[in-house]
Structure formats: structure tokens, C-alpha cells
């Protein structure tokens, strides 16, 4: 499952506020600030459709390493 943290650092990484990724994951905006602060105890559906709808924007989540999971952006095809 993706953390908080991949939450908010793919969100800035992608330029997309919390009401932009709230609406594409079919979440409400005050749902989706209290996953990311931490606050609430999403359902594993939720965090799915969080991360579903990142990936669709472009962004990849990766596997914990030494230094904890993390996230980055697809590279662009020319």
C-alpha cells in the first residue's frame, strides 16, 4: 500500500492540488487532506484508487530500499 508521504510527494511532483487528486480518485477533498496528514484510516480501496489514479498522471511508486518507499515520475516517450 502507498504511504501518505508517496501520496503527497507524487502529488507535487505531478503540479496537482489535494481538490484535483480528490476528484480523480472519486474522493472527497477533506478525505483525502486527512489521509495525507495522517488523521484518517483509509480502506485499502481507497488507497488504490489514490494510487491508480496517480499512475494514470504519471506516476510510479516504488518498492521500499535502504531508504524507505518512495515515488517518480514515468518518463516522457519522444
Known amino acids: 500500500m502507498i504511504t501518505a508521504e508517496q501520496i503527497r510527494g507524487a502529488r507535487a511532483m505531478l503540479g496537482m492540488t489535494q481538490a484535483d487528486l480528490a476528484k480523480l480518485a472519486g474522493i472527497s477533498t477533506t478525505g483525502l487532506n486527512n489521509i495525507e496528514r495522517g488523521t484518517a484510516d483509509p ?22 530500499n535502504g531508504e524507505g518507499p518512495g515515488v517518480r515520475l514515468r518518463k516522457k516517450t519522444e
Do not use: D, N, P, Q
Open 43 to 64: 480502506k485499502a480501496s481507497t488507497l488504490r484508487a489514490i494510487e491508480e489514479a496517480l499512475e494514470a498522471a504519471g506516476a510510479i511508486f516504488v518498492a521500499a
